[in-house]
């Protein structure tokens, strides 16, 4: 019995030093994920933010603090969309090239949004906003748009145009409804990212332009997500070629929003496509 009893003792304190190997390890493992992801973003953005130095928040180069806490809690998604701090930002992986299946409840990846970076970077006020704006040759339309030459925008929204040109997929996107607008997202008291001149809608062809809004989507339960948008595939190729140049698109929403491109390059690059576990809502 005393064998025994000593041969259990032995198992359950190599049990409990295991568990409590895992129980130190992991706020490593969490520390180590928030700093990729902050790093993520410091990288996207490196005229703003510098590297962080914590994996609670990364700072700007004038010493603004942006907080970055998974432990913050929200009522419900609408909440954090109101409330997104970094966290929310970044919890969420978008995922590049065609997708294999639809969005699920609350799949918005680049919805949620931290507004105060945004205001510092790209500006508070619509003057401010728009002296930041440069012109450029969108070769789909051989036409000229404003945009924000801020952290490369622009420049990577041009470049955009001239290889859909190149790959014979101008038609997609011939049409702009807009790009600066500096207006509220509909039904919302948040700054759309169209306000920062990060954004551009299109006029899309064959009804691939489809909104959640607009369908009365989740308010009518026989309405759903709209899967055509995302089986065109040479409508996929001009999104591939958006997201290779640091844009999201709206079609990848569960809130879809398929006529939306905005400059969001920390989601994009491949170096960030896994995030942390998404809250569930």
């Given amino acids: 019995m005393e064998i025994k009893t000593a041969a259990l003792t032995g198992v359950l304190q190599r049990a409990l030093l295991l568990c409590g190997m895992v129980f130190l390890f992991q706020p490593t493992l969490l520390a180590a994920e928030a700093n990729r992801l902050l790093v993520c973003l410091a990288n996207a953005y490196p005229d703003h933010l510098a590297q962080p130095s914590s994996s609670d928040a990364v700072?700007?180069?004038?010493?603004?603090?942006?907080?970055?806490?998974?432990?913050?809690?929200?009522?419900?998604f609408e909440d954090e969309l109101e409330r997104a701090d970094l966290y929310s930002q970044m919890r969420q992986a978008y995922q590049s090239g065609p997708l294999s299946t639809t969005p699920q409840r609350n799949e918005d990846p680049g919805r949620l949004r931290h507004t105060p970076l945004f205001l510092d970077m790209y500006g508070k006020t619509f003057s401010e906003v728009a002296s930041k704006l440069v012109t450029i040759h969108w070769a789909p339309c051989h036409c000229k748009l404003q945009f924000s030459g801020v952290n490369g925008a622009a420049q990577a929204l041009e470049a955009v145009g001239q290889e859909i040109e190149h790959a014979g997929l101008s038609h997609f996107v011939a049409e702009s409804m807009g790009t600066f607008n500096w207006r509220k997202i509909a039904g919302t008291q948040r700054l759309s990212m169209h306000a920062f001149g990060i954004a551009i809608?299109?006029?899309?062809?064959?009804?691939?332009?489809?909104?959640w809004r607009w369908d009365g989507a989740y308010t009518n339960p026989s309405k759903r997500f709209p899967e055509d948008i995302l089986r065109d595939k040479d409508f996929n190729r001009v999104v591939s070629?958006?997201?290779?140049?640091?844009?999201?698109?709206?079609?990848?929403?569960?809130?879809?929003?398929?006529?939306?491109?905005e400059y969001r390059p920390e989601l994009t690059s491949r170096q960030c496509g896994q995030t942390a576990n998404p809250k569930q809502k």
Avoid: N
């Fill in 241 to 261: 070629i958006f997201e290779s140049h640091g844009f999201v698109w709206g079609g990848k929403w569960w809130h879809y929003d398929s006529i939306h491109f």
């Fill in 201 to 211: 809608d299109f006029k899309l062809p064959k009804a691939l332009g489809r909104y």
């Fill in 59 to 76: 700072y700007s180069h004038a010493g603004q603090r942006y907080p970055f806490d998974p432990k913050t809690s929200y009522r419900d």
